[in-house]
């Protein structure tokens, strides 16, 4: 197995002698065995080794286990260590994330620590045929795109992965011959994880009741299917230097000419990368985000839409221009009626449904966060949407300055005066998706019943005109 790997780092090109390298040693056979292997390689490439233990404080004493097998591996092999401790447990409730994502930031933040404090060249992770055959399956399961089903990459920026045409047999069998030890993870046994249980059950079912190759088949699909993904990805970075306008952060536009004559497949790459030279951070953008980009091409100048991370796409004459949402928002105020009220608020589109209904004996009042009913006797005046002004209060068991509440539900202050307030001549009726005022509550004297449904959804979006 070590000549496969020593043909991999050739292959790809991941080593170069001097290289000063950290890698990821969690104390498993994949990690260990990467880790001697570098070892060996270590005086005839001069390479600088440096690894990195996280222990996640997940585990308790087993953790502990695994951090002096590591501390021992190290300084048997006279490689420098470096050990992390983070509590994941609490990261990931704070950050309200799982814990196998909370983790892996963890993990990959400690990674570049140590490799700037080290100057370090590269990162060396051990993943293998199967990680990938896992992780191409997991994609396939979320839903993914080509660059998904290309899975894991040989070398990511300076993230190289050696054993990557490596089965975890082959991984386990070089241990046993060369004497080896290591330590297993009990957790991954269990089926807490996603991962865990595509490992443990999903293919091992396929592969006993459909194809015995499957997880080598896989690898083999994902592995053309990164050619194939580079290719487009070549293509899409042509045309968007050949034709857009880039101010990294802050601005991104192209012709609509330009972007009307490529193939969609093409064209949705160019946007996505738009997207991401101004906000510097795709997470938050799916598939129907760029959708309505698209839509947008082909409408009249001045049209657009409202994205995620504070951007704007809109039609501007003959460009389509992706930019900052920086522009201060300004106090606003909409009369509402009875009916259905389609409502564009410095580009947030939503709709607002209003009804008046008799009140009967024992009505059952289903309320929810988008949804509530008032009394209406005791509206005063005819009904509007606005912003937040200074002074601004709701009843609730006491007066509650608007600000106060804000500040309470951690809504950030440049979105504050997007929240709508629901409000009459008296004062605030609601704010919408949050709290309702306690003097308009519905009570055994109401006779009539005010109903407010409040949608921001993205089929509404398609019923305003764009």
């Given amino acids: 197995m070590e000549n496969k790997v020593i043909r991999t780092i050739k292959k790809f ?39 990195v233990h996280i222990n996640h404080g997940i585990r308790g004493e087993e953790a502990d ?16 260590l470096f050990v992390e401790y983070k509590d994941i447990i609490n990261e990931a409730k704070i950050k309200k994330l799982s814990l196998e994502e909370a983790g892996r930031n963890a993990r990959y933040k400690a990674f570049e620590e140590v490799m ?13 045929k199967n990680d990938q055959a896992e992780t191409v399956l997991h994609n396939i399961i979320r839903g993914t795109s080509l660059k998904g089903l290309g899975g894991i990459r040989p070398i990511r920026d300076n993230i190289i992965r050696p054993l990557i045409e490596c089965t975890r047999k082959e991984i386990e069998d070089f241990c046993e011959q060369r004497g080896i030890t290591f330590i297993e993870d009990s957790t991954n046994f269990k089926c807490d994880y996603t991962r865990n249980k595509i490992r443990n059950h999903l293919i091992p079912y396929i592969e006993e009741n459909f194809n015995p190759l499957f997880a080598e088949k896989l690898c083999t699909m994902s592995e053309l299917l990164q050619e194939e993904e580079d290719y487009i990805a070549r293509a899409a970075a042509e ?9 990294k952060g802050e601005r991104a536009e192209i012709g609509i000419e330009a972007i009307s004559k490529m193939h969609t497949a093409i064209r949705k790459r160019v946007l996505r990368e738009m997207v991401f030279l101004v906000s510097e951070d795709c997470r938050d953008y799916e598939n129907k985000h760029i959708r309505l980009i698209e839509e947008l091409i082909g409408l009249d100048t ?32 909409l009369d509402v009626t009875e009916g259905k009220n389609y409502l564009d608020i410095n580009g947030n589109r939503f709709r607002l449904d209003i009804s008046i209904t008799e009140c009967k004996q024992n009505m059952y009042i289903e309320e929810n966060t988008y949804t509530k009913w008032f009394d209406y006797d005791k509206i005063n005046g005819g009904l509007s949407l606005r912003s937040r002004n200074n002074g601004d209060y709701i009843q609730l068991k006491g007066k509650k300055k608007i600000k106060d509440y804000m500040i309470d539900q951690k809504i950030p202050r440049e979105k504050r005066k997007l929240v709508p307030l629901l409000t009459d001549n008296n004062g605030i009726i609601w704010i919408l998706g949050y709290r309702i005022s306690e003097a308009y509550k519905v009570d055994e004297k109401t006779t009539k019943i005010l109903k407010v449904s409040y949608f921001k959804e993205e089929e509404f979006w398609r019923s305003c005109e764009l």
């Fill in 13 to 51: 090109n991941m080593i170069k002698k001097g290289d000063s390298i950290v890698i990821g040693l969690s104390g498993g056979a994949d990690s260990i065995s990467l880790a001697v292997i570098l070892t060996h390689l270590k005086k005839e490439m001069k390479l600088k080794l440096i690894a």
């Fill in 302 to 333: 001045g049209k657009s839409i409202a994205l995620p991370k504070q951007l704007r796409a809109e039609i501007n004459y003959d460009l389509l221009v992706i930019k900052k949402n920086t522009s201060p928002i300004r106090d606003w105020s």
């Fill in 239 to 247: 045309s968007l230097a050949q034709n857009a306008n880039i101010i």
């Fill in 65 to 80: 286990r695994d951090q002096a097998f590591v501390e021992s591996f190290c300084k048997e092999n006279d490689i420098e």
């Fill in 116 to 128: 700037n404090k080290k100057n370090a060249s590269k990162l060396a992770l051990g993943h293998h």
